[in-house]
Nanobody, 117 residues
Framework: QVQFVESGGGLVQPGGSLRLSCTPA????????MGWYRQAPGKQRESVAT???????NYEDSVKGRFTISRDNAKNTVYLEMNSLKPEDTGVYYC???????????WGQGTQVTVSS
């Protein structure tokens, strides 16, 4: 299974911004679809955003207009640009390969995002 390394998290005040990065072990050029997920304290992991190789995006309703997923095949990296952050965005963020309701890769360590004043 493909493994991922996520980075870019941190502590930010409400209204702030962060950019998360995800790098898979091995080339992601042939990976058709990538996704970002988050797990808030005491909640199940949920899909936040997905992006196909052809540029089709899908966002969870609560992040629409605030988050942007993108990929740079040359840098073998997937990004999640997060703006206007809210306390409810707090959680551990992961990337993986969506496959229906499941994922095809192994879960990495994730990167912690904390939105608090």
């Amino acid at each position: 299974q493909v493994q991922f390394v996520e980075s870019g998290g941190g502590l930010v005040q409400p209204g702030g911004s962060l950019r998360l990065s995800c790098t898979p072990a091995g080339s992601m050029f042939n990976i058709y679809k990538m996704g970002w997920y988050r797990q808030a304290p005491g909640k199940q992991r949920e899909s936040v955003a997905t992006l196909t190789r052809t540029g089709i995006t899908n966002y969870e309703d609560s992040v629409k207009g605030r988050f942007t997923i993108s990929r740079d095949n040359a840098k073998n990296t997937v990004y999640l640009e997060m703006n206007s952050l809210k306390p409810e965005d707090t959680g551990v963020y992961y990337c993986n390969i969506p496959y229906g309701d499941a994922v095809l890769g192994s879960w990495g360590q994730g990167t912690q995002v904390t939105v608090s004043s």
